[in-house]
């Protein structure tokens, strides 16, 4: 299911135990744009340093209730690696996290989630993690807080076309599949939705995100509204406006390589 990165936050996070606090922000990678941790804001229970949460961790989301699960206990996310709130996630912590928790590394592998076959999902079978070889194609993420990011401004091949509002989170595999891209500066009321995958380059320094289509090839694309149904079709109607591949089929093309 899709989910908005500003609906989930302040989402319930329930622990086997316990509440833990609520949804604050994402951490994504800037390579394959996924989320690779929650931030979770624990209110008088933590305090003083950043409390993470990475998918491998995660249940379900209960869009009723508004709460997501989580298979931890709060003494196992207690006793787990300090963060301070003012330092960013180094390669050094994330490599103390994960030994902690015993999960793989996500970077270990060209996929999403590493080298595991069944690409995009989470593998969460450690009989599987220990079959799997390791990948020589390892990366070097550099990770990116959602709340940052939104406002960036979106240049097309030829202008400003508005600005990040938010983003579309999959919660089968949490990647970010949309951008949800503010026009109003440009065109009054309308919002559209923008794909990772064609994304050109992005400065972030001057929070800019440049993208390889015009201007008028995205004011004739759907529009995207807050009643808006991000089925299938609609997707399917989106990457075919574009020209694009929808990334289910390279996703499937991939699994099937990786079998």
């Not at 097309?156 to 503010?182: C, Q």
């Not at 001057?206 to 509204?225: G, H, M, R, W």
């Amino acid at each position: 299911m899709f989910y908005k990165a500003k609906t989930l936050k302040g989402y319930k996070l329930h622990s086997l135990d316990g509440d833990i606090g609520k949804v604050e922000e994402f951490y994504f990678d800037d390579q394959h744009w996924t989320i690779r941790y929650l931030v979770v804001d624990t209110g008088n229970w933590l305090t003083g340093r950043l409390v993470l949460i990475s998918p491998y961790a995660l249940v379900a989301v209960n869009k009723e209730e508004q709460f997501i699960t989580v298979n931890l206990t709060k003494k196992q996310i207690e006793d787990s690696p300090s963060l301070d709130s003012d330092k960013p996630v180094s390669r050094q912590f994330e490599e103390k996290y994960y030994g902690y928790y015993g999960w793989p590394l996500y970077w270990d592998g060209p996929f999403m989630w590493g080298s595991y076959p069944s690409y995009p999902y989470i593998v969460r079978d450690p009989e599987i993690w220990k079959r799997s070889s390791q990948d020589e194609k390892k990366w070097d993420p550099n990770l990116r807080s959602t709340h940052a990011v939104m406002g960036h401004h979106i240049q097309a091949t030829d202008g400003d076309i508005g600005h990040v509002e938010d983003f579309v989170i999959d919660d089968e595999t949490w990647a970010i599949r949309y951008l949800i891209i503010n026009t109003q500066n440009w065109w009054p009321g309308k919002k559209v939705l923008i794909s990772p995958q064609w994304i050109e380059s992005i400065d972030w320094y001057d929070s800019t995100v440049f993208i390889n289509l015009s201007c008028e090839a995205i004011k004739q694309s759907p529009e995207y509204t807050e009643e808006s149904q991000l089925t299938r079709d609609y997707e399917t109607g989106l990457h075919r406006h574009y020209d694009r591949q929808g990334y289910w089929v390279d996703e499937s093309a991939a699994k099937k390589h990786s079998l």
